[in-house]
């Protein structure tokens, strides 16, 4: 059965301090070193559960630290998860794609100003990407193959504004849709991330 946007609607109460702004990005078949590799990823110290590592990011948004930020990786079956705070790299095409080499590359992205984007990748081609906000306006190489998984999950596509906005919580459902891999509360309070910084721009 299809998980919808409701499913996640945890993620915005149980950790606001991430919630207002994230990327969350799934890799298939790349252990977090392999990914962080090649993203230029230089190693930190470990972290556990998602509230030291949202700490640990603010604290390293500082101008004298340069352009870099922190990201926490770690294994989910198949697919590493990296996990940006207030961060985009993962959404950014011309650092996505490339780094989509040979490999499903699963991205979604918030910010505090509610722009958010979805981007899905294979093999260094752009298959969707679009702003959940906005489900009408896509663009990639196949923007319509996953439109009745979209519709599933919880994208509004209507004119009149929903009552409840379910498209951030949408996009991890059509993440998990692409990827099988969910996104739980467990995973994000009891894991112990494998830490990085990476550049930002």
Known sequence: ??????????FENDFPDIAEAYCFTLVRGLSPTELLS??????????HGIAAVVDSAFAHDEPERGERQLVATTTVGTWTLLIEPNGYLGVTEER?????????WVSHFLNVNGLGTFLWAEDQVLRLCFDPMYPDERWGTTPDELLDAMKRTGFHFEEQAPETDLSSPA????AEHL???????TLLQDTLF??????SR
């Open 1 to 10: 059965m299809t998980r919808t946007g409701a499913d996640y609607a945890w």
């Open 38 to 47: 090649r993203l230029d990823g230089r190693p930190q110290a470990p972290l």
């Open 96 to 104: 996505a794609v490339p780094a989509s080499a040979g490999t499903c």
């Open 171 to 174: 996009a991890f459902a059509l």
């Open 179 to 185: 990827t099988g891999i969910a996104i739980t509360p």
């Open 194 to 199: 494998t830490c990085a910084t990476v550049r």
